[in-house]
């Protein structure tokens, strides 16, 4: 709700910094459960936020499998969770915690699209692949920016938005990440509603020489070939969700998405000879609206 002037009322501003203290410690604290590619681009929407004037926290929980690095041939079980403030004073603008992202929107606007936007990449040690892991481990990566973009529908039913999603490392110099990406969804009925993306990623040097460059020292430690991973677009992505409300508060949702890693990351000897430049995710989610 805003003032007839358009300045944001006390309850915009109380509800913008209780959703910003809700999220953050979240993004902080418990994702290194999380895999580095684990979600993929994928977004959901609350099938239901309630009436227009009351805030809507939705938490769901629940499993998912992911390669246990980015450019893996091996999946393993995931946790995966969609913490989410709706509505906090417009209903198109939120907090959202998809896995290990963060999405918002804080622009009180039926098309336009602004906010904070976030993604912790875990540390790479461990993993199944023994040269892989031979290695120098990668240090975790806390990707922080800003996530545009506009909406062509403004329709509360029905979404049609090309957003743009900016995001560097602040925590190791692991470098810089920047996506575009389309989103379409539309409620089918008063319980389910489908949501699609497509979108593509391109990656700083630095970040590509973190995850898939290999310097002298690793290959005589691996035995894998040199590779030097220059500045480029990372990979082509897709993906889905489905949601169904089967009670007034409770809801489940199918997701699905892939990613085609190219040019140096699917050239790198960490994807082409030991993994697999096809990754996967998917997951089912229980979802409860307070």
Do not use: C
């Amino acid at each position: 709700m805003t003032h007839p002037e358009g300045k944001p009322s006390v309850r915009t501003t109380s509800t913008l910094a209780a959703g910003v203290v809700l999220v953050v410690p979240l993004l902080s604290s418990g994702l290194a459960l999380a895999q580095p590619a684990s979600t993929g681009g994928a977004t959901i929407e609350p099938i239901d936020t309630g009436p227009d004037d009351r805030i809507s926290v939705i938490v769901g929980v629940g499993p998912g499998f992911a390669p246990d690095y980015e450019g893996s041939s091996y999946y393993q079980p995931v946790p995966f969770w969609n913490l989410m403030v709706a509505n906090l004073y417009h209903p198109k603008t939120y907090v959202q915690l998809i896995g290990p992202r963060l999405r918002s929107n804080f622009l009180p606007d039926d098309h336009w699209r602004l906010g904070l936007s976030g993604q912790f990449i875990r540390e790479r040690d461990d993993v199944h692949n023994n040269k892989v892991d031979d290695l120098k481990s990668v240090d975790a990566s806390v990707m922080l920016g800003v996530l545009g973009g506009y909406d062509f529908l403004a329709d509360p039913q029905r979404e049609l938005t090309l957003e743009l999603d900016l995001r560097q490392d602040v925590a190791n110099d692991n470098g810089f990440l920047g996506t575009i990406r389309g989103i379409s969804g539309a409620r089918l009925s008063p319980s389910w509603r489908v949501d699609g993306f497509v979108g593509s990623t391109f990656a700083s040097e630095d970040y590509m020489s973190s995850y898939f460059g290999i310097d002298a020292a690793n290959a005589a430690r691996s035995g894998l070939d040199q590779h030097n991973a220059d500045a480029g677009v990372k990979d082509v992505n897709f993906g889905g969700v489905l949601t169904y409300r089967f009670l007034e508060r409770w809801s489940v949702n199918g997701v699905a998405t892939y990613a085609r890693l190219l040019g140096d990351a699917e050239d790198s000897p960490i994807v082409d000879d030991v993994g697999d430049a096809n990754q996967f995710f998917g997951s089912i989610l229980v979802n409860y609206r307070f």
